[in-house]
């Protein structure tokens, strides 16, 4: 198994330097005569609000693969317009707006209509992973901002009670793989859920009256005393909520996962593997995290001369 993934991760490091070249042009070095300040101005304003607020660094990470899960990564998620995907009710509990903004009124400052919202919610997603311990990648840039944002569309992004089937098919039609999938799952070392997700396990599991068997049973009590009412807020990671490591993967191997989504991967003859192999080895983890967040930063990307454009305020589309 580990030579297995060994293998893997070179192949995907190798695929990942084809994409960014084939894929129409995003690069590195983007804004290195147009903006040299950009990375230092995001940096300064990630470190400023996540030592203010911790629990920002997660909302910032979701807010990106809601971004990205939905027309690609294109700020269609930012746009705040009536019918927009920020406005609906799936995207009620998205965070983190406030510091977009703040990041991109600073960049109009110094580069003003040079850098897209996507490019900076991309680099404050990696900014924030890199605050709170997690493992540093550089970004390419190049991406533009779409026009468009349909509320219904809102609803592609899985919501913690899919079969690992679709949530396969939902990474493989974005160009990600299984090892993407569970990697990528692993972010819910940081953060919360409400417990609207996770009541039906408690309960309700597959239509009968019981709890899901896949819940060990001190975390069940844990979590029927935790979560009384669908709005309250729980921990993805119940036993180190707010370091990012591999305590995920080994909370999956002790019936510990807070979504039936996140404790499948442990079930599923797919997956189980490339939890098995991530809980053991730490620092793939940290490695294949930082290759996959390139590769979900790439889909479906705005590149050509024509498409998209670049946003004057992350909120509304230029006039
Ligand atoms: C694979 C499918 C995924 C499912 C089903 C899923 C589902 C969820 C759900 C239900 C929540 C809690 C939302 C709420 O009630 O507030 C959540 C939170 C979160 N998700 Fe995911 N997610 C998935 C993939 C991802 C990916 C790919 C990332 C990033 C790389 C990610 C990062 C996060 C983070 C950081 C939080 C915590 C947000 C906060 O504390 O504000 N998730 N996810
Ligand atoms: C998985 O979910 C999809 C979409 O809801 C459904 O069509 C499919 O039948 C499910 N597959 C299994 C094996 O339950
Ligand atoms: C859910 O219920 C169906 C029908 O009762 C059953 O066939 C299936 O095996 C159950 N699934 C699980 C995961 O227990």
Known sequence: MKYTLGLLLVLQVITISVQVKGEDYLSTDYYHTSCPQLEEIIH?????????????AASIIRLHFHDCAVRGCDASILLNHYGSERSSAVSKSLRGFELIDDIKAEVERKCPKTVSCADILTATARDATLQIGGPFWQVPYGRKDGRVSLAKEANLVPAGRE????????CQSRGMNLLDLVVL??????????????QERLYRFNGTKQADPSINKMYLNYLKRKCRWASEFVNLDARTPYTFDATYYKNLQKKMGLL?????????????????????QPWLFFQQFAVSMIKLGNTQVLTGKYEGEIRNNCNFVNR
């Open 44 to 56: 300064k304003k990630v470190v400023a609000w996540v030592n203010k607020d911790y629990t920002i």
């Open 260 to 280: 039936s989504t996140d404790q499948l991967l442990y079930s599923d003859s797919r997956t189980k593997p490339l939890v098995t192999a991530l809980a053991n």
């Open 185 to 198: 799952s692993g972010a819910h070392t940081i953060g919360r859920s409400t417990c609207e997700p996770v």
């Open 163 to 170: 079969n690992i089937t679709s949530l396969i098919e939902f």
